[in-house]
Nanobody, 123 residues
Framework: VQLQASGGGLVQAGGSLRLSCAFSGSVFSSHAVGWFRQAPGKEREFVAAVGWSESNTYYADSVEARFTISRDNAKDTVYLQMNSLKPEDTAVYYC?????????????????WGQGTLVTVSS
């Protein structure tokens, strides 16, 4: 499995960005995809995840109601729409994939990771 994250950039506080994660190398519809982020000097943290369908989405409390994760199974791509961005959202954002099994799968180990894309939110 290969994952390619894109869409990062510099945006002012209150602005929006949409990240994309392109999936290849296996059956996309069998995999769940999560977004994680790592700010300078901090540990990587869970942001959002989507299961086999958009009826199963999960968010960190810090981004709930501002970020929306979605997937397009025709394009083998997952998106993270980020609105009302804050300076504290500044981080390298990573997408990751796994077969979703068991409870709370979305915060447990992911098998495949993409390279990160940098999001910088200026105040």
């Amino acid at each position: 499995v290969q994952l390619q994250a894109s869409g990062g950039g510099l945006v002012q506080a209150g602005g929006s960005l949409r990240l994309s994660c392109a999936f290849s190398g296996s059956v996309f519809s069998s995999h769940a995809v999560g977004w994680f982020r790592q700010a300078p000097g901090k540990e990587r943290e869970f942001v959002a995840a989507v299961g086999w369908s958009e009826s199963n989405t999960y968010y960190a409390d810090s981004v709930e109601a501002r970020f929306t994760i979605s997937r397009d199974n025709a394009k083998d791509t997952v998106y993270l729409q980020m609105n009302s961005l804050k300076p504290e959202d500044t981080a390298v954002y990573y997408c990751a994939a796994k077969i979703p099994l068991g409870s709370n799968w979305y915060v447990k180990k992911y098998d495949f990771w993409g390279q990160g894309t940098l999001v910088t939110v200026s105040s």
